[in-house]
């Protein structure tokens, strides 16, 4: 199935632990993202890759850092977990039109920080 | 002033009815808009894009896009229990290619 694919589905962990999300897409799209969702639905970007290349880093903790090994991939490493980190993170992944991104989401990794 | 506005809701709407969702959006040369889908415990699905002024349609669905008033709308027809979801409106700001910037999104239940 063509689609864009996210583990884990469930993360639960300790304050301070470090985590990873990894997020695949085989729709061969160039750009992909990362979205957090918090409990009020708010879906808001965190980072953006276009073929490996960082393009989009909007103001989140350092402690989170994006790694891209190929414009497949995109995953979403956490060091020092927070209680605030506790959200739904949603993988996307677009190809760059003209008239601009319509992103395809992952099902979503719901982290609980405890 | 929030980018991308939404009325939270509830909204409801009886089986049947038009359901209509209004999105307004602060960067006045925004050029792409979209609609999207989500179900309670499930992500985003992308149900409507548009570009231009004025209508376009696909099946029961309608989006709306007044430019010069900064609006954009979804209007559901012949709405059934299945559409009871949070739709998100989402924009294309202006020099931020690639990047859509979302509104908080409407709640619809369509009551049987």
């Known amino acids: 199935d063509t689609a864009v694919s996210q583990t884990p589905k469930y993360l639960v962990t300790q304050m301070g632990n470090d985590k990873s999300i990894k997020c695949e897409q085989n729709l061969g799209h160039d750009t992909m993202y990362w979205y957090k969702q918090d409990s009020k639905k708010f879906l808001k970007i965190m980072f953006s890759?276009?073929?490996?290349?960082?393009?989009i880093n909007e103001t989140v903790p350092n402690r989170f850092s994006p790694k891209s090994p190929d414009k497949a991939h995109l995953n979403l490493h956490i060091n020092s977990l927070e209680l605030g980190d506790s959200a739904v993170y949603f993988c996307?992944?677009?190809?760059?039109?003209?008239?601009?991104?319509?992103?395809?989401f992952g099902p979503g990794t719901r982290l609980t920080v405890l | 002033q929030k980018e991308v506005e939404q009325n939270s809701g509830p909204l409801s709407v009886p089986e049947g009815a038009i359901a209509s969702l209004n999105c307004t959006y602060s960067?006045?040369?925004?050029?792409?808009f979209f609609w999207y889908r989500q179900y309670s415990g499930k992500s985003p699905e992308l149900i409507m894009s548009?570009?231009?002024?004025g209508d376009k349609e696909d099946g029961r669905f309608t989006a709306q896009l007044n430019k010069a008033s900064q609006y954009v709308s979804l209007l559901i027809r012949d709405s059934q229990p299945s559409d009871s979801a949070t739709y998100l409106c989402a924009v294309n700001i202006s020099g931020s290619a690639r990047q859509l910037t979302f509104g908080s999104g409407t709640q619809l239940t369509v009551l049987p």
């Open positions: 960067d006045r040369v925004s050029q792409s």
């Open positions: 548009i570009y231009s002024n």
């Open positions: 890759y276009n073929n490996k290349e960082l393009i």
């Open positions: 996307a992944s677009s190809h760059g039109l003209a008239g601009g991104p319509a992103a395809f």
